[in-house]
C-alpha cells in the first residue's frame, strides 16, 4: 500500500515525504511528514457514503472559517481543487482527503488530566456546540449506531455478556434510560455534535509542563443527537482512571457551560446519558470482539469502561444532579430557593431550649483558638474540657456553631477520602452542634413524621439518631438529630405524627452518643438520597458547594445563623501582598493558606492535610503536646529578660552543653539561627582582631548584614553583589556542570593565601557541617578536615554553623560535624532548637568567652528568656524519651533506599544527596540541571498533599528535611506519589 499512497500524495497533492501508519476503527489514516508540513490522510472505508464524506468536509470548513480557542483539522484542497478524491486499490475504491496535522499528544497518553485540562476539555467543546448550531443537519443520518439516541434499538433487552453482573449493569442502566431520559428526550435542544470526544480524539500540548487543551481532531462521528451528548460523551472517557469521576465531571461541566448554557432538562439527564455512552462503548465492543479480535483499538475502553461504569451506579442520580447543578454556579438543589422562602412563613423553634440561658458561638474551625493541639480535644472527657473553659470564659450555658465550619476534629485518619489529587479528609461540618449537658431534653422544631429511629452505633458515629421529615407549602425536609442517649430510641416510633415542641429525645453521654462529648448534632436534608437510618454530617471541602445546597443552615430553625464575615482566601492572599514587602516570597504556583498544625502535617483552610517534609524547624513535630504545655506553663509563670537570675537559664545551658564534647563549656543564648552566626563572627573576629573570613560556596548563614557578607547562597545569586573583599570562599565545582566559577578555592590553604596576597589574615571559617541550600551536600569529611587545619595554622576560628543539621537529625550523630571528625571552636545553632519558638545559641569554650569579654557588655534583652528556655528544655527532652535520633537514622536509611529505587528506575534522578532526615536528589537531563522539572515536581507534590522544596545553585535538588518524628508510612506515602509524579509527560519526557 505505501507505494499507493505516495501515489496519491504526489499526484493528487504534489506532496512528497515519510508516511507512518495510525491506529484507526475503520478507516486507514497515514501521518505524512514532509517540507510543506504535516498532514494526515485518509483513506475512507469503502462502505462509507461519498456524501456523508463530502458533508464532513463541508462541515470542517465551515469550523475553519469561525474563531476558536483551540484547533481543528483543516481540509487540504488538491492541486485541482478537489477536497475528496476518489482511488483504487487492490481492486477496492477508497475515498480518499488530506487534512492538517494538529501537533500535540493525544488525550490518552498523557498525564496528569488536571481539573484545568478538564474545564479545557468542557470549554472546548462548549464552544465547539454552540458553534455547531450555525451549520445545517439536513444531511446527516440518525440511525448511527453510536448515536446516543438510538440507545434502546442497541441494547434493549440485550443479555450478551456471559458475566449476568456485567449483564445486570446494563439492564440497571437500561431501566434507567426507560424512566428517566426517554420521557425528557423530546424536551432537550438537539443538533450536530462531533459525537466521539475520546481519549485518542483530543489533543493537548505541553505548557509549562503541564497539558493545555489544544485540539479537536476526527469528525467521522458527526450526527445529531439531544446536544448534552457532547458533554456526556466527553465525561464518559475523562472521567476513567480516577477514584471520583464525579468530580472530574464537575470540572469538564464547569467549562461546558461557560460557552453553552445548560438547561435545566440537561443538567438532570446527564448523569444517564454519561452511562448511555459507556454502556454503548462495553457492547460494540463486545459485538466487535468476534470478528476482530486483532484490532486493539477497538477494545482499548472497555476494561476502564465497564470500571468506571460500575463507580456511575454507585453515584446516586439526585446527587449527580445537584453536583452538576453547583458546578455551573446555581443552588444544588432545584427548590433551595422555595424552602427558604417557604421557612420563613413558619415559625419553627430551637430543638434545644435556651430560655433564660445564655447562648454563645463557638468557634471550633481549623483557625479556631478553643480547640488547641489534638491531645487537647482528642476524647469525650478533653472536648468537654474545651466546651467548659469556653462556657467558663464566655460565662454562658449553651455553646452552639459548626455549621460548613472546617474542623480539624475530621483530620483524622478514619476520615480520609481520595480525591483525584490524592488524600483528602471530610472535614466540613453540615449541621449545628448545640453544646449542653447530657440529658438535657430534645424537641420537634415543627410538625413532622417520623422517618427513621436508629442506634448509628460506633465511635465516631451518630449513636442513636432520630430523623423527622416535615412539610413545607412545596417541599418537604427532614430534619436529623445525633448523639442522642440510648433511651430517646424508646421515645418516638418510625412513622409516629409528631408536634412541634413535643419531646423526641434526650442527649446523650459518651460512650453511648457516639462516644462524643455530649452535644446534639442537628442538620437539615433537602433530600435523604435514599438514605435510611442517617446522613453524611461532613464533607470534603470539594462537595462545599453540593452539600451546602442540599443541607440548608440549620439557623433557620434554631436561630442562629451561619456568620460570614471571614476572610476568603483571595481577600487573604491580596491583603498579604498590599501590607508586605515583594520580597517576602510565597511557596509554590498556588501558595497555601495555612491555618493549623500538627506533628509531620499542615493543615489549610479546606481541611486538606499535608504531608511536611519541608520545615525542619518544628523538629520534633509542629504543635509536639510537650513542647506546648512547656510555654504555657512558663507564660503563666514568668517571662523575663537575663539581668535576673533565672533557674530556667541554668537548667537548659547544662543541659545542651552535656551533648558537646570537650572544651564546650559555655552558652549563649539568642533568638535565631542568624543572631547566633552574627554573634559567632563577633566572637571570632574579637578574639582574633581580624575581620576576614573564609565561608563555602553556596553556603548560607541568616539575613543579618555580616551573615549576607558570609552567605554565597545570598550574595552569588539574583540581587546579590557578588563575594565581599573581606570573605574568601571555598569552591564546589561539582555543583556547577562543568562551568565552575572564577576565584574560588580549592582549599583552606588557597583561601588563606589569597588572603594574604592582600594582607589579611583569617578571624576564622563558617560553614555547614552539611550544605543545605547547595542541595544536601555532604562534602568529603577531609575537605573540612584540611579547611579547619589550615584556618587555626592561620590563628583563626572555625565555626560549624548547625542550625540545620543538629539534634540528631542527621541520624547517625547528634551533631553534623560529629560526622567530619571535626571539632569547632564554636558552634552556631537555631531553627529545631526552639521546635519554632524563636530561639537561637551559640556554644563556645571558656577561653574563646573570656577573649570576647573585652569590656562591651553583650547584652540580648530576649535572648535566654524563661519561656524560650522551658521550650528548649522540652525539645531536648522530647528528642531523648522518644528517640527521634534513632527514628532519623532508620527512616532516613528507609527514605534512602526508596531514592536509590526510584534513581534505577528513572533516569532524572542523578545524585542521591544528604544524611538521616537531611536528603534529597538531583534532577539532571543530558548532563544539565533540570530545574524546571524540580520545579513542576514539587508543585506536582503539592497537589498531591506532600509539601517539597528545591534547593542548589541551579534549584534542581529535591530536598527532604521533615520534623524528625516522620515515620516509614510517611516515607513510603512520599515514595509512592513521587514515582506516579515521575511518570508523567512533562517529567518522563
Avoid at 215 to 235: Q, R, T
Avoid at 541 to 569: F, N, Q
Avoid at 642 to 653: G, H
Avoid at 691 to 718: L, P
Wanted: glycine letters at 8%.
Amino acid at each position: 500500500m505505501e507505494d499507493f499512497i505516495f501515489s496519491i500524495l504526489e499526484n493528487h497533492w504534489g506532496i512528497s515525504g515519510h508516511v507512518v501508519k495510525l491506529v484507526g476503527d475503520v478507516d486507514f489514516n497515514f501521518k505524512i511528514a514532509s517540507q510543506q508540513g504535516d498532514f494526515i490522510l485518509k483513506l475512507q472505508h469503502p462502505n462509507t457514503k461519498f456524501e456523508d464524506i463530502a458533508f464532513q468536509n463541508d462541515l470542517l470548513i465551515f469550523l475553519n472559517s469561525q474563531s476558536f480557542s483551540f484547533q481543528i483539522p483543516a481540509v487540504v484542497p488538491t492541486i485541482q481543487s478537489e477536497f475528496l478524491i476518489t482511488e483504487e486499490w487492490n481492486h477496492i475504491k477508497y475515498h480518499c482527503r488530506l487534512l492538517t496535522w494538529i501537533e500535540g499528544d493525544l488525550w490518552g497518553e498523557v498525564r496528569p488530566h488536571t481539573d484545568d485540562l478538564s474545564r479545557e476539555l468542557g470549554l472546548a467543546l462548549g464552544q465547539l456546540t454552540v458553534t455547531l448550531d450555525a451549520f445545517s443537519s439536513a444531511k446527516i443520518a440518525m440511525d448511527y449506531s453510536w448515536n446516543s439516541a438510538n440507545f434502546l434499538k442497541v441494547v434493549q433487552g440485550a443479555s450478551r455478556f456471559q458475566n449476568e453482573q456485567k449483564n445486570e449493569l446494563i439492564r440497571h442502566f437500561e431501566d434507567h434510560f426507560k424512566s428517566q431520559i426517554a420521557p425528557a428526550q423530546s424536551q432537550l435542544p438537539h443538533g450536530i455534535i462531533h459525537g466521539d470526544a475520546n481519549d485518542y480524539n483530543l489533543v493537548v500540548r505541553l505548557e509549562n509542563g503541564y497539558p493545555k487543551f489544544h485540539g479537536v481532531i476526527d469528525f467521522g462521528d458527526l450526527n445529531y443527537s439531544p446536544k448534552i451528548n457532547e458533554l456526556a460523551i466527553a465525561i464518559a472517557y475523562a472521567a476513567m482512571h480516577v477514584p471520583n469521576p464525579l468530580e472530574r465531571a464537575c470540572e469538564v461541566v464547569k467549562g461546558f457551560n461557560v460557552h453553552y448554557a445548560l438547561s435545566e432538562k440537561e443538567l438532570q439527564t446527564l448523569y444517564g446519558w454519561v452511562a448511555v455512552r459507556l454502556v454503548l462503548s462495553v457492547v460494540h465492543s463486545n459485538d466487535t470482539k468476534g470478528t476482530a479480535e486483532d484490532n486493539d483499538y477497538k477494545q482499548i475502553s472497555a476494561i476502564p469502561a465497564w470500571e468506571l461504569l460500575k463507580k456511575w451506579r454507585d453515584i446516586h442520580p439526585n446527587f449527580a444532579y445537584y453536583s452538576f447543578r453547583a458546578a455551573v454556579g446555581n443552588k444544588a438543589h432545584p427548590l433551595y430557593s422555595d424552602f427558604e422562602r417557604e421557612i420563613r412563613l413558619v415559625s419553627p423553634i430551637c430543638p434545644i431550649d435556651s430560655k433564660g440561658r445564655k447562648v454563645a458561638e463557638i468557634d471550633l474551625g481549623t483557625s479556631g483558638k478553643w480547640l488547641g493541639i489534638p491531645d487537647r480535644f482528642n476524647a469525650p472527657k478533653k472536648m468537654q474540657n474545651v466546651v467548659d473553659r469556653f462556657l467558663e470564659r464566655t460565662e454562658t450555658e449553651i455553646a452552639i456553631g459548626g455549621y460548613m465550619e472546617v474542623r480539624p476534629i475530621y483530620t483524622q485518619e478514619r476520615f480520609i477520602r481520595y480525591s483525584n489529587e490524592g488524600k483528602d479528609y471530610r472535614a466540613l461540618h453540615l449541621g449545628q452542634d448545640i453544646w449542653t449537658l447530657a440529658g438535657t431534653e430534645v424537641v420537634a422544631p415543627l410538625d413532622g413524621e417520623v422517618y427513621s429511629v436508629y442506634d448509628n452505633a460506633g465511635d465516631g458515629n451518630y449513636g442513636p439518631t432520630i430523623i423527622l421529615r416535615h412539610q413545607l407549602q412545596s417541599i418537604s425536609f427532614f430534619t436529623l438529630f445525633g448523639h442522642l442517649s440510648r433511651e430517646s430510641l424508646q421515645m418516638v416510633t418510625r412513622g409516629q405524627q409528631v408536634k412541634q415542641g413535643q419531646r423526641i429525645a434526650t442527649v446523650g453521654p459518651p460512650p453511648e452518643n457516639g462516644n462524643w462529648a455530649p452535644h446534639l448534632h442537628f442538620q437539615l436534608m433537602l433530600d435523604m438520597l435514599d438514605n435510611q437510618t442517617d446522613f453524611i454530617g461532613v464533607c470534603s471541602h470539594y462537595l462545599h458547594a453540593v452539600y451546602e445546597g442540599i443541607c440548608p443552615d440549620p439557623g433557620w430553625i434554631t436561630g442562629w445563623m451561619k456568620p460570614s464575615d471571614r476572610s476568603s482566601y483571595q481577600d487573604i492572599y491580596k491583603k498579604r501582598k498590599s501590607v508586605f514587602a515583594p520580597n517576602l516570597s510565597l511557596s509554590y504556583q498556588k501558595p497555601l493558606l495555612i491555618e493549623r498544625a500538627y506533628k509531620q502535617y499542615l493543615i489549610d483552610q479546606t481541611g486538606r492535610k499535608y504531608l511536611d517534609t519541608v520545615n525542619n524547624v518544628p523538629h520534633v513535630g509542629h504543635q509536639h503536646p510537650a513542647v506546648v504545655e512547656a510555654a504555657i506553663r512558663q507564660v503563666e509563670l514568668l517571662n523575663t529578660n537575663t539581668r535576673y537570675l533565672n533557674r530556667s537559664m541554668n537548667e537548659y545551658a547544662e543541659q545542651l552543653l552535656s551533648y558537646f564534647p570537650p572544651p564546650f563549656d559555655t552558652v549563649f543564648l539568642v533568638n535565631s539561627g542568624s543572631e547566633a552566626n552574627e554573634l559567632a563572627m563577633r566572637i571570632a573576629k574579637t578574639a582574633t582582631g581580624r575581620e576576614a573570613m573564609i565561608a563555602m560556596e553556596m553556603g548560607y548563614h541568616g539575613n543579618t548584614e555580616a551573615c549576607i557578607r558570609v552567605s554565597s547562597y545570598k550574595f552569588d545569586r539574583k540581587g546579590g553583589k557578588g563575594k565581599p573583599p573581606l570573605t574568601e570562599l571555598i569552591g564546589l565545582p561539582h555543583l556547577h556542570y562543568g562551568n565552575p566559577p572564577v576565584n574560588y578555592h580549592p582549599s583552606g590553604a588557597s583561601a588563606i593565601k589569597a588572603l594574604e596576597e592582600r594582607r589579611e589574615k583569617p578571624a576564622g571559617f563558617i560553614g555547614e557541617s552539611i550544605l543545605s541550600c547547595a542541595g544536601q551536600w555532604v562534602m568529603d569529611s577531609s575537605l573540612l578536615q584540611e579547611i579547619y587545619r589550615s584556618v587555626r595554622n592561620a590563628g583563626g576560628v572555625c565555626i560549624a554553623d548547625e542550625v540545620q543539621v543538629g539534634f540528631g537529625r542527621v541520624g547517625e550523630k547528634f551533631w553534623g560535624f560529629e560526622l567530619m571528625d571535626v571539632v569547632p571552636d564554636i558552634v552556631t545553632l537555631g531553627k529545631p532548637i526552639g521546635n519554632g519558638h524563636p530561639l537561637g545559641a551559640v556554644v563556645t569554650s571558656k577561653a574563646l568567652a573570656e577573649a570576647f569579654n573585652n569590656g562591651m557588655e553583650y547584652f540580648n534583652t530576649f535572648g535566654g528568656n524563661a519561656v524560650s528556655c522551658e521550650i528548649g528544655k522540652a525539645v531536648l527532652s522530647v528528642i531523648e524519651s522518644e528517640n527521634l535520633q534513632v527514628n532519623a537514622l532508620e527512616v532516613g536509611n528507609h527514605l534512602f533506599e526508596g531514592w536509590r529505587y526510584l534513581q534505577q528506575r528513572h533516569p532524572i534522578i542523578n545524585e542521591l544527596r544528604g544524611k538521616g532526615l537531611f536528603s534529597g536528589f538531583e534532577l539532571t537531563e543530558n548532563g544539565k540541571p533540570a530545574t524546571e522539572k524540580a520545579s513542576y515536581l514539587i508543585n506536582r507534590m503539592r497537589s498531591k498533599g506532600i509539601l517539597m522544596s528545591t534547593d542548589g545553585p541551579y534549584n534542581n535538588i529535591i530536598k527532604v528535611k521533615p520534623p524528625i518524628i516522620f515515620n516509614r508510612a510517611d516515607a513510603d506515602f512520599l515514595l509512592e506519589e513521587m514515582e506516579e509524579v515521575l511518570k508523567e509527560t512533562f517529567v518522563n519526557s
